[in-house]
């Protein structure tokens, strides 16, 4: 079967650094997706990764390593108002999303 | 207005009762979606339209109906929900269903069903 795994919840500081790993299998792959979803709001796009390695965009950043079925999502320079889930999604090969159930990142003072 | 909307944003229901879930998006999209989303589990797809036409329908059960009438409006009708029925219905689209395009979310409508 598809699988999308992530840590369930996560706790940082602010002005910290935090990490959130998705690892997944998948019937073939054709690109993986980061979302950020604040509580009660829309999930909104961060992210796009299809080719191996980094891509920075500001304070946040998306790898991908395909060969070990792994992504991360690094948020810098922590604010407040990142506390929000951020949900992983792979597109199969049939170019079917395949969801993560996200992981909600807790910011404290 | 712009992106996508959903109404209501709450809705309370009993077992017997029917109501519908409205979508609208204002970007141009050709595809239209219906997600599921309960605590703690992955998105659940429910329903896909592209151009208009029904395109996937994830075994969800009879009492869930959709009804797309145009590419900017999309509905979900309730009818005999059961109380595991209560969740977030999230509003999705794209360019285009089947595509690497990003999706764009509305806030959803909170289902309760007593």
């Known amino acids: 079967g598809q699988n999308i795994d992530q840590p369930t919840e996560m706790t940082a500081t602010e002005g910290a650094i935090v990490q959130i790993n998705c690892t997944y299998q998948?019937?073939?792959?054709?690109?993986l997706f980061w979302y950020q979803q604040h509580a009660g709001e829309a999930p909104t796009f961060l992210s796009y990764?299809?080719l191996d390695g980094l891509e920075e965009k500001g304070r946040f950043s998306s790898f991908l390593s395909r060969s070990k079925g792994y992504s991360y999502l690094l948020l810098k320079e922590l604010q407040m108002k990142d506390s929000a889930s951020y949900l992983c999604?792979?597109?199969?090969?049939?170019?079917?999303?395949?969801w993560g159930a996200g992981t909600k990142l807790i910011i404290k003072p | 207005e712009t992106g996508v909307t959903q109404t209501p944003r709450h809705l309370v229901m009993g077992m017997t009762n029917k109501k519908s879930l409205k979508c609208e998006q204002h970007?141009?999209?050709?595809?239209m979606y219906w997600y599921k989303q309960s605590a703690k589990k992955p998105l659940e797809l429910m329903f896909v339209?592209?151009?208009?036409?029904?395109?996937e329908n994830n075994s969800v059960p009879s009492r869930f109906s959709p009804e797309c009438p145009n590419s900017s409006h999309l509905f979900l009708h309730l009818h005999t929900l059961q109380p595991e029925d209560s969740a977030l219905y999230l509003c999705?689209?794209?360019?285009?269903?089947?595509?690497?395009?990003?999706?764009?979310f509305g806030e959803g409508s909170r289902l309760t069903v007593l």
């Open positions: 999705a689209s794209s360019q285009v269903a089947g595509d690497i395009g990003e999706l764009f």
């Open positions: 999604a792979v597109l199969d090969s049939n170019y079917q999303l395949i």
């Open positions: 970007l141009g999209h050709n595809a």
């Open positions: 339209y592209n151009f208009k036409e029904q395109t």
């Open positions: 990764n299809v």
């Open positions: 998948t019937s073939g792959f054709n690109g």
